[in-house]
């Protein structure tokens, strides 16, 4: 409580309402991004767009997805886990959303920048998304891949190698028989 809250209970004013907390708002989830995904992909359905850039968008996309159910990898608040969550709201989206804001003729004849036209900068841009995106699936897949190789050393040390059973902890001689009808 405020000094204007105290003078204004001894006053009889009404107190000011609390100002509301500001809300941040919720990480996508799975089903965000995968309907990102999914609007993306109706953009270009149809022959929306040249066929190359369809393909390009279909690769980006399939890596995401591949990518989204293994994040936890990296942990949710790395760079790599926003980068994907990143491509499929808003990076894809937006340079697909720049190129169809274009008139098709121009966009895919008229130099803009270096010599390349809108559509040559939008399927470098796609590209590299591409290759970010195969990057960091690349890095997620690692982790399974080195638990599996740490996991093998394990075995290894404590059973022995493939083929050879176990690794003997002490070399010791088999008991000698008690009597001669005793085979083991």
Do not use: C
Not at 34 to 52: F, S, Y
Not at 140 to 159: C, P, S, T
């Amino acid at each position: 409580m405020g000094i204007r809250d105290w003078f204004g209970r001894i006053f009889g004013r009404e107190p000011e309402p609390p100002e509301p907390e500001e809300q941040r708002p919720s990480a996508p989830t799975a089903q965000d991004i995968e309907a990102a995904l999914q609007r993306v992909e109706e953009l270009v359905a149809g022959g929306a767009v040249p066929t190359v850039v369809t393909s390009r968008v279909r690769r980006v996309a399939k890596t995401v997805r591949e990518t989204i159910p293994r994040l936890a990898n990296l942990g949710m608040g790395s760079p790599q886990a926003y980068s994907v969550v990143a491509t499929a709201t808003d990076y894809l989206p937006e340079a697909l959303g720049g190129y169809l804001r274009l008139p098709r003729d121009w966009a895919d004849s008229r130099p803009i920048e270096n010599g390349k036209t809108s559509l040559m900068l939008l399927i470098d841009q796609l590209d590299l998304l591409g290759s970010t995106m195969d990057k960091i699936f690349d890095a997620v897949v690692r982790v399974d891949a080195d638990a599996l190789i740490a996991h093998g050393r394990f075995l290894q040390e404590k059973f022995g190698t493939p083929g050879t059973g176990p690794r003997p902890t002490r070399l010791e001689p088999p008991p000698e028989p008690r009597s001669t009808l005793d085979l083991g």
